[in-house]
């Protein structure tokens, strides 16, 4: 089965940067996790009056 790159899902993944098809699409993914690119949206919790 053959595993396309994440990145650019254009080549198929090569064993020294698996799962990425280069170095170049390994960066791109490392400065994605470095500027919260990958972050999972939340909402804002709501404070009661109890709470304080």
Do not use: H, N
């Not at 080549?11 to 170095?23: L, T």
């Amino acid at each position: 089965m053959m595993s396309l790159c994440p990145i650019c899902r254009r080549q198929e993944a090569v064993p020294a940067y698996k799962p990425f098809c280069s170095k170049r699409c390994a960066d791109v993914d490392l400065q994605r996790w470095f500027t919260g690119g990958y972050a999972i949206p939340a909402e804002e919790a709501v404070e009661d009056e109890k709470d304080r």
